[in-house]
């Protein structure tokens, strides 16, 4: 059953989870091979009392993932300090929430994906409504879930992607919007490593 959690104790069951990487042999092609960093940060806030994630729809100008929905996230750049810094930067270019504006609460498991890179998750937490100021070249949606129907198991599937036999993770639509591939499964390690049930 869902339990409902506070700020604290999403912090505390992130920190007694730890950081782990999943084991790339999902892509036997990478075994090996020095990824590239990344870090996203899952943005989770409250609206009527209830946890929601947020989420972005890229644009089709995007060189990558056109259309598709992700966290804000991406590569992390020379100066960043760690992949917190990196999540951070990059939520403020592509959607303007403000660093200030972020309670961290923690770390994810790592996701390695099969372009080579090493995503790092970091869990943060802001206040609603929030007045985003999104880049219309890279984000066409700024939208949320509630964590509640993202935890429940009749809202998602698995199927083998046949080039890679690699399982894909997809939920069912969303008010018109489709969670699915690294994305959902970040998402769902949120939600086992919060312990929320499903």
């Known amino acids: 059953m869902y339990r409902h959690l506070e700020p604290d104790q999403i912090r505390h069951r992130l920190a007694h989870y730890g950081v782990k990487v999943v084991d790339d042999n999902l892509f036997p092609h990478l075994v090996g091979k020095q990824p590239k960093e ?14 929601h994630i947020l989420f972005t729809r890229r644009t089709d100008r995007v060189e990558s993932h056109k259309g598709q929905v992700s966290f804000p996230g991406g590569a992390r750049e020379q100066d960043d300090s760690d992949a917190q810094a990196t ?47 999104t880049n219309r070249f ?52 949120l939600i086992r490593t919060l312990d929320l049930g499903y």
Not at 109 to 127: A, C, D, F, M
Not at 166 to 189: F, H, L, M, P
């Open 38 to 51: 990344a870090a996203v940060l899952i943005p989770l806030t409250q609206i009527e009392q209830e946890w």
């Open 87 to 133: 999540a951070l930067r990059e939520s403020f270019e592509e959607i303007g929430l403000l660093p200030a504006h972020v309670a961290l609460l923690g770390q994810m498991t790592q996701r390695k994906t099969v372009s080579n890179y090493l995503v790092t998750p970091i869990v943060g937490y802001y206040e609603s409504p929030y007045e985003f100021n």
């Open 138 to 189: 890279e984000v066409q949606h700024v939208f949320t879930v509630p964590l509640r129907w993202l935890a429940n198991r009749e809202n998602w599937f698995t199927y083998t992607f046949d080039e890679t036999s690699n399982i894909v993770v997809k939920y069912r639509d969303y008010d018109g919007e489709t969670v699915w591939g690294i994305t959902a499964k970040i998402t769902q390690d």
